[in-house]
């Protein structure tokens, strides 16, 4: 390897371990602010008691008592009760997406050697197991995608995209822990990138759906709003 | 092939200034929907029509203000009646479509709707 061959792989080893990880963490939460408010202002405060049946907040009265909610009837209506096999492997791969970057060791062990901050992680085994968990489900909704028709009816290639991306860190990261190519190096740098990619991605692309998603649950009223929201479009 | 579309029957301004006023709820909707397709047992319709994917709130949302969106209103007048058929024969807008991520579908497809009533293109009944 030359000289300058070998200062460029130098250098994007240390710009992407370095400043880009600033630079990923500051797009991240400047973008995912900016796209708080642009979805708030679309909305408008409305007063709890204006808000009636129908589109607004409804769960069914259970027949044999006027006074009792049928809740039972409400989760079966709802995504989970109507999807519960999607609505499992959707909440695990997005809990577990969320959990692991946060309290897998490796992580942890850099946190504490730059700035001390000491964070309770999940042990190796267990890591390890988690992220074949994800990759697992990663790999459904590949399938979805390529071999479900409703799903199939609207993928674009930037849904292929935006699966690789989110499961790319797990991937090389599990890559990388295991030293299954001799380049641990070259792994180790894509599985920052990714990392880092994605975190950019997450305010400006269909990404952006992990924040839309808690603000509108807990904020706009509708059948299947959690919590009391009190604005509405 | 390079030439200019032909947007000959439809008054593209128009078209623009409509969509302008919605145009941050239709992008922020176009960009969160996740293509997820957890609305589609929402529509009584899809479940009525033996589930077929053209009857998907998300389909008929993405189909309709998002072709608008892509051609950022340069459309035809068979972009529009293909449009007409998703907008009015196979939504009632009844609002029973829910969204995970909280895309207002109904109100997409309400655009829709304006967008080609705007250029003469809805459904005639009394001749269909």
Same mark, same amino acid.
């Given at each position: /390897?030359?000289?300058?061959?070998?200062?460029?792989?130098? &250098?994007?080893?240390?710009?992407? *371990?370095?400043? /880009?990880?600033?630079?990923?963490?500051?797009?991240?939460?400047?973008?995912?602010?900016?796209?708080?408010?642009?979805?708030?202002?679309?909305?408008?405060?409305?007063?709890?008691?204006?808000?009636?049946?129908?589109?607004?907040?409804?769960?069914?009265? *259970?027949?044999?008592?006027?006074?009792?909610?049928? +809740?039972?009837? +409400?989760?079966?209506?709802?995504?989970?009760?109507?999807?519960?096999?999607?609505?499992?492997?959707?909440?695990?791969?997005?809990?577990?997406?969320?959990? /692991?970057?946060?309290?897998?060791?490796?992580?942890?062990?850099?946190?504490?050697?730059?700035?001390?901050?000491?964070?309770?992680?999940?042990?190796?085994?267990?890591?390890? &197991?988690?992220?074949?968990?994800?990759?697992?489900? $990663?790999?459904?909704?590949? =399938?979805?995608?390529? &071999?479900?028709?409703?799903?199939?009816?609207?993928?674009? +290639?930037?849904?292929?995209?935006?699966?690789?991306? $989110?499961?790319?860190?797990?991937?090389?990261?599990?890559?990388? =822990?295991?030293?299954?190519?001799?380049? =641990? *190096?070259?792994?180790?740098?894509?599985?920052?990138?990714?990392?880092?990619?994605?975190?950019? $991605?997450?305010?400006?692309?269909?990404?952006?759906?992990?924040?839309?998603?808690?603000?509108?649950?807990?904020?706009?009223?509708?059948?299947?709003?959690?919590?009391?929201?009190? *604005?509405?479009? | 092939?390079?030439?200019?579309?032909?947007?000959?029957?439809?008054?593209?301004?128009?078209?623009?200034?409509?969509?302008?006023?919605?145009?941050?709820?239709?992008?922020?909707?176009?960009?969160?929907?996740?293509?997820?397709?957890?609305?589609?047992?929402?529509?009584?319709?899809?479940?009525?029509?033996?589930?077929?994917?053209?009857?998907?709130?998300?389909?008929?949302?993405?189909?309709?203000?998002?072709?608008?969106?892509?051609?950022?209103?340069?459309?035809?007048?068979?972009?529009?009646?293909?449009?007409?058929?998703?907008?009015?024969?196979?939504?009632?807008?009844?609002?029973?479509?829910?969204?995970?991520?909280?895309?207002?579908?109904?109100?997409?497809?309400?655009?829709?709707?304006?967008?080609?009533?705007?250029?003469?293109?809805?459904?005639?009944?009394?001749?269909?």
């Amino acid at each position: /390897m030359d000289f300058s061959n070998t200062f460029f792989w130098t &250098f994007a080893y240390d710009f992407i *371990r370095g400043p /880009m990880v600033w630079i990923a963490f500051i797009v991240f939460f400047g973008g995912t602010i900016f796209q708080i408010f642009s979805l708030l202002s679309l909305t408008k405060e409305q007063t709890i008691s204006k808000l009636t049946p129908g589109p607004g907040r409804f769960i069914p009265k *259970r027949a044999d008592n006027e006074n009792k909610k049928d +809740w039972v009837m +409400w989760l079966k209506l709802s995504i989970a009760g109507v999807n519960p096999f999607m609505t499992i492997v959707s909440s695990v791969f997005h809990v577990l997406l969320i959990i /692991m970057p946060i309290f897998v060791l490796g992580h942890n062990i850099l946190l504490d050697n730059s700035f001390g901050l000491s964070i309770i992680s999940l042990s190796e085994g267990v890591s390890d &197991f988690l992220t074949i968990i994800v990759i697992v489900c $990663a790999g459904i909704f590949l =399938y979805r995608r390529l &071999f479900v028709d409703r799903v199939k009816a609207i993928t674009t +290639w930037s849904d292929y995209l935006f699966l690789f991306l $989110a499961a790319a860190p797990f991937v090389t990261g599990f890559l990388a =822990y295991h030293q299954v190519f001799e380049n =641990y *190096r070259l792994i180790i740098s894509l599985h920052i990138l990714s990392g880092e990619l994605m975190l950019m $991605a997450v305010p400006f692309t269909k990404f952006v759906h992990m924040i839309y998603l808690v603000i509108f649950r807990f904020t706009i009223v509708s059948e299947y709003s959690l919590g009391r929201g009190n *604005r509405t479009w | 092939m390079f030439g200019k579309k032909s947007t000959a029957g439809v008054n593209t301004k128009e078209v623009k200034a409509i969509l302008d006023e919605k145009k941050t709820k239709m992008k922020l909707s176009l960009k969160a929907c996740a293509h997820c397709t957890l609305c589609a047992e929402s529509c009584f319709l899809f479940m009525g029509r033996n589930k077929d994917p053209k009857y998907m709130p998300s389909y008929k949302f993405l189909n309709s203000v998002g072709v608008l969106y892509k051609k950022k209103g340069n459309v035809d007048l068979l972009d529009l009646g293909e449009m007409r058929d998703l907008v009015w024969e196979r939504c009632v807008l009844c609002t029973r479509c829910y969204c995970p991520v909280g895309v207002d579908i109904p109100e997409m497809i309400a655009l829709a709707r304006r967008v080609c009533r705007s250029q003469g293109v809805y459904p005639q009944y009394e001749r269909d």
